[in-house]
């Protein structure tokens, strides 16, 4: 993007005004990749107060009242993406963190400015405007439940990345292209069917699933995942979450089939996330318990990673998700229960552990940000 060199006021007054713009409820993230692109121009007209790039201090000292415009959009942004930690997919903030990280960065670096224009004519979809109608655009065209909610963190992150490369890029000049990660180094797992999953007595539950009529097979429910750790011993037994594996995984409730006498492992047949499941007991069949399974992180991660290169609207391309059910059958209401308090509670723990994780990380980056 070549823009012509501008007088110093003008570049103060048009750095004011870009700002303000990013502050607005509903700005589309690629809106501020644009004004990214503009600010590298702005900042190099303006009285620098470091001009070595290796310096900590920043090339250009905001206004009082510039600081505080970006101050409000970074915390108004933050506060929005770890908001939706707690609607069902906590486990996917880390992968699509990584991904829009590095999407903002090449759309700043290499901005195609009537691309980026004709893609700022749609969205965000799942944001309602303050001043319209008390639905969003998805929810009107019928996104629900758990698509809803991926497609609301998708857009919060890609928002709060946009903005977090805006600070960088006032702060150094360009876009960052490394996140720092919390724990990094290490690759993706998600629990895949056909794995050995270990089954313990007191977390466990045995019951029977149909997948194929008219034939049901007995399997055990449990958690397994990379980041899932039992401690203690006998009815003690505890399930825990490894915090340096979580932002790396995606632990799930699994169904897992004994193929021999012991009880100790089983071969998985069946896997839903732990994050956001939904289960519920049926109410005229009491040992019969509904599972919702929602979409798996790689399959949202692909869709995202499509619309981050370009391909196709991120709305259109999540309304290709669909989630599953599974009515599994249990000896008695009792066992019933049981399995309902031991995903629950486990579901509880692990969205907390991710929430701690996602909040340690936007922090840090909050921190950088406003060292301006």
């Not at 979809?125 to 065209?141: F, I, M, R």
């Not at 011993?233 to 490894?242: I, L, M």
């Not at 059910?325 to 229960?337: E, N, P, V, Y």
Request: proline share 6%; glycine share 6%.
């Amino acid at each position: 993007l070549h823009v012509p060199a501008l007088p110093p006021t003008f570049s103060t007054d048009l750095l004011s005004a870009l700002l303000a713009m990013v502050g607005c409820i509903g700005v589309p993230p690629r809106a501020v990749w644009i004004v990214a692109q503009l600010v590298i121009h702005c900042v190099q007209h303006l009285p620098p107060v470091a001009f070595t790039a290796a310096s900590s201090v920043p090339l250009y000292a905001l206004l009082p009242e510039q600081q505080q415009q970006l101050t409000s959009a970074l915390t108004q942004a933050a506060t929005l993406t770890l908001d939706q930690m707690g609607m069902g997919w906590a486990d996917a903030f880390f992968p699509l963190f990584r991904l829009e990280w590095a999407a903002a960065h090449t759309a700043i670096t290499h901005m195609v400015l009537r691309a980026a224009a004709e893609q700022l004519a749609g969205g965000p979809y799942s944001l309602v405007h303050p001043a319209g109608s008390e639905a969003s655009v998805a929810e009107q065209h019928g996104m629900a439940g758990s698509v809803l909610h991926a497609l609301r963190l998708c857009e919060c992150l890609q928002l709060s990345t946009a903005l977090f490369q805006l600070a960088h890029v006032l702060q150094h000049g360009v876009p960052s292209a490394t996140l720092p990660e919390l724990h990094p180094g290490q690759t993706w797992h998600e629990v895949v069917e056909g794995q050995q999953a270990a089954l313990t007595k007191a977390g466990s539950v045995p019951c029977h699933v149909c997948f194929t009529p008219p034939d049901p097979i007995r399997v055990h429910l449990t958690v397994a995942g990379a980041a899932v750790d039992v401690v203690g011993s006998g009815p003690d037994k505890t399930t825990v979450f490894r915090d340096a594996a979580l932002p790396h995984s995606s632990p799930a409730v699994v169904l897992a089939q004994c193929f021999n006498h012991t009880v100790d492992t089983g071969v998985v047949v069946g896997l839903a996330p732990l994050v956001g499941l939904n289960c519920f007991q049926d109410q005229e069949q009491l040992s019969w318990l509904h599972v919702i399974v929602r979409p798996v992180v790689k399959s949202l991660h692909k869709l995202a990673s499509q619309n981050s290169r370009g391909r196709g609207s991120l709305f259109t391309s999540l309304s290709s998700l669909a989630e599953g059910h599974w009515i599994l059958s249990f000896q008695d209401a009792s066992r019933c229960q049981i399995a309902i308090k031991l995903v629950a509670d486990s579901s509880d723990a692990l969205a907390l552990a991710y929430r701690r994780q996602a909040g340690k990380l936007v922090n840090r980056l909050l921190d950088a940000a406003l060292a301006l």
